[in-house]
């Protein structure tokens, strides 16, 4: 029990200290943007980079773990789908229920939980769950623009380039690789650019999550409760059962089957609220799975972590 606050309650407790920030006006909207950003483009991606390089990849070892998150996803989607149906949802906030139940905040959630539940930074099942984000982060957002553009959010006409160069230019994705091809090479960092990346990647976990707790406070509840309830327990629930059915039926290891379920369990990412607007979905919709999903994350978390 000990063990799973001492894990938990770090990343919670930031995030409230982001969320406090950004209520009290010290940490106003566009100070908050720009940090995203720099979290995002530059603090992740050094983060990743780090610890991939320097660490003894067992790439035999993820396929099992991106199988099951993947496919895991895959059908989130699909059982998102008939709920959704059931549910009566119109078509704007069709593909917006689906989008929110299956994307989740894997570089500023999963990431500090991981690393906080697996400290070693040479360890194997950490290693794993380095290298299933850049993979994971590109099947997000290919499968979200997909779902809401053909659930009539919008059009899909100019969209293949961006999504394209989106691909190709994603942060999270070029620094797993990178890092992979350093360390499969053998080739040592020189150590002041080992120590320069590393001291920059250390940024990365809290303020993250000041930026989640800065987001949540400028995010808000709209639209139906139920719905957004139904998407954001569907999401940190429904998801990760469906995660831990498949890990049982691969065999996936005991450390593997617990990074899975942590990354599926994450709460819906906020970024699902800014494509939802701009494909024209359910933005009420959106704003509230995100919110709901966070505070339902916790004791998600918890349960998940307890299995370990």
Same mark, same amino acid.
């Given at each position: 029990?000990?063990? *799973?606050?001492? *894990? ?17 006006? +010290? #940490?106003?909207?566009?100070? =908050? ?13 050094? #983060? ?30 699909? &059982?998102?789908?008939?709920? $959704? ?28 939980? @991981?690393?906080?539940? +697996? ?19 590109? =099947?997000?957002?290919?499968?979200? @623009? @997909? ?10 006409? $100019? ?5 394209? %160069? ?20 053998? *080739? ?21 999550? *000041? ?13 139906? =409760? ?17 995660? +831990? ?27 699902? %609220? ?28 918890? @349960? &998940?972590?307890?299995?370990?």
């Amino acid at each position: 029990m000990l063990a *799973i606050v001492n *894990i938990l309650a770090p990343v919670f407790l930031v995030i409230l200290l982001g969320w406090a920030l950004a209520r009290t006006g +010290f #940490l106003p909207g566009q100070a =908050l943007a720009e940090l995203n950003r720099l979290c995002y483009w530059v603090g992740v991606p050094c #983060l990743l980079f780090y610890r991939v390089s320097t660490a003894q990849p067992d790439v035999g070892g993820v396929t099992g773990l991106l199988l099951v998150c993947g496919l895991a996803t895959v059908l989130a989607i699909g &059982v998102a789908g008939l709920v $959704g149906l059931a549910l009566g949802l119109p078509g704007r906030a069709y593909g917006t229920f689906m989008q929110g139940v299956f994307r989740g905040n894997l570089a500023f959630i999963g990431l500090p939980v @991981v690393l906080y539940a +697996f400290p070693d930074s040479a360890g194997s099942a950490e290693t794993s769950a380095l290298l299933v984000f850049g993979p994971l982060v590109v =099947l997000y957002n290919v499968l979200a @623009v @997909v779902v809401l553009v053909l659930s009539g959010g919008g059009s899909g006409h $100019g969209l293949v380039r961006p999504a394209l %160069y989106g691909l190709v230019t994603n942060p999270i994705l070029v620094a797993s690789l990178g890092g992979l091809l350093v360390a499969l090479a053998g *080739i040592p960092l020189p150590e002041v650019a080992g120590n320069t990346i590393s001291a920059i990647g250390q940024m990365a976990l809290p303020l993250a999550l *000041i930026c989640i707790g800065g987001t949540l406070y400028t995010t808000r509840i709209q639209g139906s =409760l139920g719905r957004a309830l139904a998407g954001a327990g569907m999401k940190v629930a429904a998801v990760p059962l469906i995660g +831990f059915a498949l890990a049982w039926a691969v065999g996936l290891s005991d450390d593997h089957t617990r990074i899975a379920l942590i990354l599926l369990a994450c709460p819906t990412a906020s970024v699902s %609220y800014v494509l939802a607007r701009q494909l024209r979905g359910d933005e009420a919709l959106a704003s509230s799975i995100v919110v709901l999903s966070n505070f339902l994350a916790v004791p998600a978390m918890f @349960v &998940v972590l307890a299995l370990g």
